[in-house]
């Protein structure tokens, strides 16, 4: 059973930074892939970001690539969000979402249903 664990969420002034973490407990990741959703107050779940474990291709929900970056630490089953120029409409309850198995697709990358693991979300509120 794969546990995931988030860390680094928090307050932030617009045009900030912030770095969040998840940690994947379980079984090492060969395949599949690890992700970030967020959810803000009275919207869907929406995709952010995505990196294939197979061959560390990245994927980003529209308009946030050049601002958020994932990268991971594969020894560790630890993948990485850095937001960076964070505007008051990136608040917003964020994610960490896993799933050991095959070598998907982007257009399934960006599917809630293609993640089986989900961690229990991490609070980033940008405010002046």
């Known amino acids: 059973q794969v546990q995931l664990v988030e860390s680094g969420g928090g307050f932030v002034q617009p045009g900030g930074s912030l770095r969040l973490s998840c940690a994947a407990s379980g079984p090492t990741f060969n395949t599949g892939a690890m992700g970030w959703f967020r959810q803000a107050p009275g919207k869907e779940r929406e995709f952010v970001a995505a990196?294939?474990?197979?061959?560390?291709?990245?994927f980003y929900g529209d308009s946030l690539k050049g601002r958020f970056t994932i990268s991971r630490d594969r020894p560790k089953n630890t993948v990485y969000l850095n937001m960076a120029s964070l505007k008051p409409e990136d608040t917003a309850v964020y994610y960490c979402?896993?799933?050991?198995?095959?070598?998907?697709?982007?257009?399934?990358?960006?599917?809630?249903?293609?993640?089986?693991?989900w961690g229990e979300g991490t609070q980033v509120t940008v405010s002046s």
């Open positions: 990196i294939r474990w197979s061959d560390n291709n990245s």
């Open positions: 979402a896993a799933n050991n198995r095959g070598r998907p697709i982007a257009s399934t990358l960006w599917s809630r249903q293609y993640y089986a693991y």
